[in-house]
């Protein structure tokens, strides 16, 4: 059985979900991805474009590889009772690609929670900044404030004290 290590090391994000290229798909098969083409093509009906889909031009250009088709973790559960003698194969691939998905997903979410937390970081360092001079915010003195207490006079010397 491939580790789920191994399973999300090949998995790719496209069109918003989880998918395996053929290649990495067949490697774990012991195919050739040709032969899994071939075998998609011979049964349309069954592996429609949300399942089983072909990389447009664009995103074959990002891809180490090459793919030609990426299969989502239910197109690559299709294909038991298809392949005969593999399906321990694929029955053994396809918990780990569950689990894989899992760490793609948890990731994202994760990274969204990231990005909030830098953007409500950002509006406190902006309320804690200082004003371009340098100065802290005027009207606003900090510490004990001496204004108008009288300076220099004996406890007895000030007013309403008799001394």
């Keep these: 059985m491939a580790?789920?290590?191994e399973i999300l090391s090949r998995l790719l994000w496209l069109?918003?979900?989880?998918?395996l290229p053929d290649k990495a798909l067949a490697d774990q098969l012991g195919m050739d991805p040709k032969t899994l083409a071939t075998l998609v093509q011979s049964h349309p009906e069954r592996f429609n474009e949300s399942l089983v889909f072909p990389l447009t031009a664009e995103e074959r250009q990002k891809i180490p590889d090459a793919p030609v088709l990426a299969f989502t973790e239910a197109?690559?559960?299709l294909l038991t009772g298809l392949i005969p003698g593999n399906e321990p194969a694929l029955l053994a691939l396809l918990p780990a690609f569950a689990?894989?998905?899992h760490v793609l997903t948890a990731q994202a979410e994760l990274s969204a929670?990231?990005?909030?937390l830098e953007q409500q970081f950002e509006v406190i360092l902006k309320a804690l900044q200082v004003d371009?001079?340098?100065d802290a915010q005027a009207g606003h003195p900090i510490g004990f404030v001496t204004k108008g207490l009288p300076r220099g006079l004996k406890a007895g010397?000030?007013?309403g004290k008799k001394g």
């Excluded at 069109?15 to 998918?19: K, V």
């Excluded at 929670?113 to 909030?116: K, L, M, P, S």
Aim: hydrophobic share 40%; net charge positive; proline share 8%.
């Design 132 to 134: 371009e001079g340098g």
């Design 157 to 159: 010397q000030r007013p």
């Design 113 to 116: 929670r990231v990005a909030i």
């Design 3 to 5: 580790a789920p290590v």
């Design 15 to 19: 069109r918003d979900t989880a998918a």
């Design 99 to 101: 689990e894989a998905r």
């Design 75 to 77: 197109g690559a559960a």
